[in-house]
Protein backbone atom coordinates (compact mmCIF):
# COMPACT_ATOMS: atom_id res chain seq x y z
CA UNK A 1 0.00 0.00 0.00
CA UNK A 2 1.05 3.48 -0.74
CA UNK A 3 2.08 5.17 2.42
CA UNK A 4 2.15 8.81 2.80
CA UNK A 5 3.31 10.69 6.17
CA UNK A 6 3.41 13.77 8.06
CA UNK A 7 5.33 14.95 10.30
CA UNK A 8 2.88 16.22 12.79
CA UNK A 9 -0.54 15.75 13.12
CA UNK A 10 -1.16 19.08 14.72
CA UNK A 11 0.72 22.06 15.33
CA UNK A 12 0.26 25.35 17.15
CA UNK A 13 2.78 28.42 16.07
CA UNK A 14 2.79 31.99 16.61
CA UNK A 15 2.28 35.22 13.79
CA UNK A 16 5.69 35.48 12.65
CA UNK A 17 7.12 31.99 13.51
CA UNK A 18 9.31 30.09 10.36
CA UNK A 19 6.91 27.06 9.87
CA UNK A 20 7.61 23.78 8.10
CA UNK A 21 5.68 20.89 7.27
CA UNK A 22 7.31 17.79 5.83
CA UNK A 23 5.55 14.81 4.10
CA UNK A 24 7.54 11.82 3.13
CA UNK A 25 5.79 8.86 0.63
CA UNK A 26 7.46 5.46 0.42
CA UNK A 27 6.37 4.33 -2.99
CA UNK A 28 9.36 6.26 -5.36
CA UNK A 29 6.37 8.18 -6.27
CA UNK A 30 7.38 11.34 -8.84
CA UNK A 31 4.81 13.73 -7.87
CA UNK A 32 4.47 15.12 -4.35
CA UNK A 33 1.55 17.57 -4.10
CA UNK A 34 0.29 20.50 -0.88
CA UNK A 35 -3.25 21.31 -0.32
CA UNK A 36 -4.60 23.62 2.41
CA UNK A 37 -8.55 22.70 3.26
CA UNK A 38 -10.30 25.47 4.76
CA UNK A 39 -14.76 24.58 5.44
CA UNK A 40 -16.62 25.42 2.40
CA UNK A 41 -13.93 26.21 0.13
CA UNK A 42 -12.74 22.46 -0.07
CA UNK A 43 -8.91 21.46 -1.28
CA UNK A 44 -6.76 24.17 -3.15
CA UNK A 45 -2.92 23.43 -4.36
CA UNK A 46 -0.44 25.09 -3.11
CA UNK A 47 2.33 24.13 -4.27
CA UNK A 48 3.17 20.67 -6.17
CA UNK A 49 6.60 18.98 -7.10
CA UNK A 50 7.15 16.64 -10.15
CA UNK A 51 11.06 16.22 -9.67
CA UNK A 52 13.49 16.54 -7.18
CA UNK A 53 14.23 20.21 -6.92
CA UNK A 54 11.42 20.95 -9.43
CA UNK A 55 8.58 22.67 -8.28
CA UNK A 56 5.75 24.43 -9.55
CA UNK A 57 3.13 27.34 -7.99
CA UNK A 58 -0.78 25.90 -7.73
CA UNK A 59 -3.73 28.24 -7.32
CA UNK A 60 -2.68 29.76 -4.03
CA UNK A 61 1.20 29.66 -3.43
CA UNK A 62 1.73 33.49 -1.83
CA UNK A 63 2.86 33.12 1.81
CA UNK A 64 4.63 29.66 0.91
CA UNK A 65 7.53 27.58 -0.31
CA UNK A 66 8.66 24.38 -0.62
CA UNK A 67 11.52 22.28 -0.97
CA UNK A 68 12.06 19.18 -2.63
CA UNK A 69 15.69 17.37 -1.83
CA UNK A 70 14.84 14.13 -1.79
CA UNK A 71 11.94 12.24 -4.11
CA UNK A 72 10.63 10.70 -1.31
CA UNK A 73 10.48 14.45 0.43
CA UNK A 74 8.29 17.33 -0.21
CA UNK A 75 8.66 20.02 2.27
CA UNK A 76 5.93 22.94 2.89
CA UNK A 77 7.45 26.21 4.29
CA UNK A 78 6.02 29.42 6.17
CA UNK A 79 8.53 31.70 5.77
CA UNK A 80 6.75 34.40 8.46
CA UNK A 81 3.13 32.46 9.60
CA UNK A 82 0.06 34.43 9.89
CA UNK A 83 -3.33 33.99 11.58
CA UNK A 84 -4.32 33.43 7.96
CA UNK A 85 -2.52 30.55 7.43
CA UNK A 86 -4.50 28.39 9.95
CA UNK A 87 -5.34 25.18 8.32
CA UNK A 88 -5.17 22.00 7.45
CA UNK A 89 -2.52 21.14 5.27
CA UNK A 90 -2.93 17.78 3.24
CA UNK A 91 0.21 16.01 1.42
CA UNK A 92 -0.13 14.02 -1.79
CA UNK A 93 1.86 12.25 -4.55
CA UNK A 94 0.75 9.90 -7.67
CA UNK A 95 3.79 8.48 -10.04
CA UNK A 96 3.70 10.55 -13.38
CA UNK A 97 2.67 8.42 -16.26
CA UNK A 98 -0.12 6.25 -14.74
CA UNK A 99 -3.13 6.86 -16.72
CA UNK A 100 -5.62 6.85 -13.74
CA UNK A 101 -3.25 9.48 -12.02
CA UNK A 102 -4.76 8.58 -8.65
CA UNK A 103 -3.31 10.89 -5.74
CA UNK A 104 -2.12 9.36 -2.24
CA UNK A 105 -3.37 11.28 0.75
CA UNK A 106 -1.36 11.32 4.10
CA UNK A 107 -3.15 11.93 7.17
CA UNK A 108 -2.97 16.06 6.95
CA UNK A 109 -1.73 18.89 9.44
CA UNK A 110 -4.06 20.87 11.42
CA UNK A 111 -1.73 24.19 11.64
CA UNK A 112 -3.04 26.95 14.28
CA UNK A 113 -1.03 30.31 14.25
CA UNK A 114 -2.05 32.59 17.01
CA UNK B 1 -10.00 28.07 -16.30
CA UNK B 2 -11.59 24.48 -14.80
CA UNK B 3 -14.06 25.05 -11.82
CA UNK B 4 -15.67 21.97 -10.21
CA UNK B 5 -19.33 22.36 -8.39
CA UNK B 6 -20.89 20.27 -5.89
CA UNK B 7 -24.11 19.64 -5.04
CA UNK B 8 -25.43 19.41 -3.11
CA UNK B 9 -22.68 20.66 -0.32
CA UNK B 10 -24.65 19.20 2.54
CA UNK B 11 -27.45 16.29 2.47
CA UNK B 12 -29.09 14.70 5.66
CA UNK B 13 -30.41 11.49 4.83
CA UNK B 14 -32.99 8.40 6.64
CA UNK B 15 -30.94 5.44 6.81
CA UNK B 16 -32.22 3.48 3.76
CA UNK B 17 -33.22 6.02 1.31
CA UNK B 18 -31.08 6.42 -1.97
CA UNK B 19 -29.82 10.07 -3.26
CA UNK B 20 -27.53 11.14 -6.07
CA UNK B 21 -24.25 13.48 -5.01
CA UNK B 22 -23.83 15.41 -8.23
CA UNK B 23 -20.35 16.37 -9.58
CA UNK B 24 -20.07 18.97 -12.73
CA UNK B 25 -17.10 20.36 -14.28
CA UNK B 26 -16.51 23.36 -16.62
CA UNK B 27 -13.71 22.45 -19.07
CA UNK B 28 -12.90 19.24 -20.82
CA UNK B 29 -11.53 16.30 -18.66
CA UNK B 30 -11.22 12.61 -19.07
CA UNK B 31 -10.51 12.22 -15.51
CA UNK B 32 -12.57 12.41 -12.43
CA UNK B 33 -11.87 11.57 -9.05
CA UNK B 34 -13.97 10.23 -5.98
CA UNK B 35 -13.20 10.58 -2.44
CA UNK B 36 -14.24 10.28 0.96
CA UNK B 37 -13.08 12.17 4.30
CA UNK B 38 -13.83 11.37 7.83
CA UNK B 39 -14.19 13.90 10.43
CA UNK B 40 -10.41 14.72 11.46
CA UNK B 41 -9.18 12.35 8.75
CA UNK B 42 -7.05 12.23 5.50
CA UNK B 43 -8.94 11.64 1.96
CA UNK B 44 -9.81 8.12 0.80
CA UNK B 45 -9.86 7.22 -2.70
CA UNK B 46 -13.33 5.41 -3.69
CA UNK B 47 -13.66 5.67 -7.47
CA UNK B 48 -11.60 6.55 -10.37
CA UNK B 49 -13.63 6.80 -13.50
CA UNK B 50 -11.41 7.77 -16.62
CA UNK B 51 -13.57 7.68 -19.82
CA UNK B 52 -17.33 8.54 -20.93
CA UNK B 53 -20.59 6.41 -19.74
CA UNK B 54 -17.63 4.75 -17.00
CA UNK B 55 -19.56 2.86 -13.92
CA UNK B 56 -18.01 1.95 -10.85
CA UNK B 57 -19.60 0.13 -7.82
CA UNK B 58 -18.53 -0.72 -4.31
CA UNK B 59 -21.12 -1.56 -1.92
CA UNK B 60 -23.57 0.94 -2.04
CA UNK B 61 -22.25 3.68 -3.74
CA UNK B 62 -21.70 3.54 -7.66
CA UNK B 63 -20.04 6.35 -9.60
CA UNK B 64 -20.51 7.17 -13.61
CA UNK B 65 -19.08 9.70 -15.32
CA UNK B 66 -20.58 11.42 -18.49
CA UNK B 67 -17.84 13.25 -20.28
CA UNK B 68 -20.11 15.14 -23.01
CA UNK B 69 -22.21 16.60 -20.48
CA UNK B 70 -18.99 17.15 -17.97
CA UNK B 71 -21.03 15.40 -15.31
CA UNK B 72 -20.51 12.33 -12.72
CA UNK B 73 -22.67 11.28 -10.16
CA UNK B 74 -22.39 9.58 -6.67
CA UNK B 75 -25.21 7.14 -6.16
CA UNK B 76 -25.94 6.01 -2.51
CA UNK B 77 -28.08 3.39 -2.21
CA UNK B 78 -29.65 2.41 0.88
CA UNK B 79 -27.96 4.59 2.83
CA UNK B 80 -26.43 3.33 6.51
CA UNK B 81 -24.84 5.10 9.57
CA UNK B 82 -21.30 4.00 8.46
CA UNK B 83 -21.82 6.32 4.75
CA UNK B 84 -21.50 9.40 7.20
CA UNK B 85 -18.91 11.30 5.47
CA UNK B 86 -17.80 14.40 3.24
CA UNK B 87 -17.32 13.21 -0.15
CA UNK B 88 -15.32 15.22 -2.87
CA UNK B 89 -14.89 14.63 -6.99
CA UNK B 90 -12.21 16.07 -8.39
CA UNK B 91 -10.94 16.39 -11.92
CA UNK B 92 -8.14 16.29 -13.47
CA UNK B 93 -6.70 19.78 -15.03
CA UNK B 94 -5.64 19.79 -18.49
CA UNK B 95 -4.30 23.44 -18.72
CA UNK B 96 -2.84 23.06 -15.24
CA UNK B 97 0.67 21.11 -14.12
CA UNK B 98 0.88 18.03 -14.81
CA UNK B 99 -1.34 15.45 -12.13
CA UNK B 100 -2.73 18.59 -11.07
CA UNK B 101 -6.46 18.39 -9.59
CA UNK B 102 -9.41 20.75 -9.13
CA UNK B 103 -11.34 19.63 -6.14
CA UNK B 104 -15.33 20.26 -5.83
CA UNK B 105 -16.41 21.82 -1.82
CA UNK B 106 -17.35 18.86 -0.89
CA UNK B 107 -20.52 16.91 -0.01
CA UNK B 108 -21.37 16.56 3.80
CA UNK B 109 -23.39 13.61 4.03
CA UNK B 110 -25.46 12.78 7.48
CA UNK B 111 -27.12 9.32 7.24
CA UNK B 112 -29.47 9.70 10.39
CA UNK B 113 -31.68 6.32 12.07
Known amino acids: DVKVTQSSRYLVKRTGEKVFLECVQD?????MFWYRQDPGLGLRLIYF???????EKGDIPEGYSVSREKKERFSLILESASTNQTSMYLC?????????????FGPGTRLTVL | ELKVEQNPLFLSMQEGKNYTIYCNYS?????LYWYRQDPGKSLESLFV?????AVKQEGRLMASLDTKARLSTLHITAAVHDLSATYFC?????????????FGKGTKLSVKP
Open chain 2, 27 to 31: TTSDR
Open chain 1, 27 to 31: MDHEN
Open chain 1, 92 to 104: ASNEAGLRDNEQF
Open chain 2, 90 to 102: AVRNYGGSQGNLI
Open chain 1, 49 to 55: SYDVKMK
Open chain 2, 49 to 53: LLSNG
